[in-house]
């Protein structure tokens, strides 16, 4: 799924992913695989991403152990 922006600075696609059971994006936010990074004017899911990241800093998962 497409956000505002297609593309970063660097030419990266951006993209929101999805299976048919995950929302990728916060999955891997969720179990600490990735950090958080934001920026605007892409923002369709900043809450949930911040909620998610907040989770695995907290429960010290992935990245944050």
Do not use: C, M, W
């Amino acid at each position: 799924e497409r956000d505002i922006r297609d593309r970063d600075t660097y030419g990266r696609l951006l993209r929101y992913v999805y299976t048919d059971e995950d929302f990728v994006n916060i999955a891997l936010l969720q179990e600490g695989y990735a950090e958080l990074y934001l920026i605007a004017p892409d923002s369709k899911h900043n809450k949930e991403f911040e909620k998610a990241n907040y989770f695995a800093k907290n429960n010290h998962l992935g990245l944050f152990n």
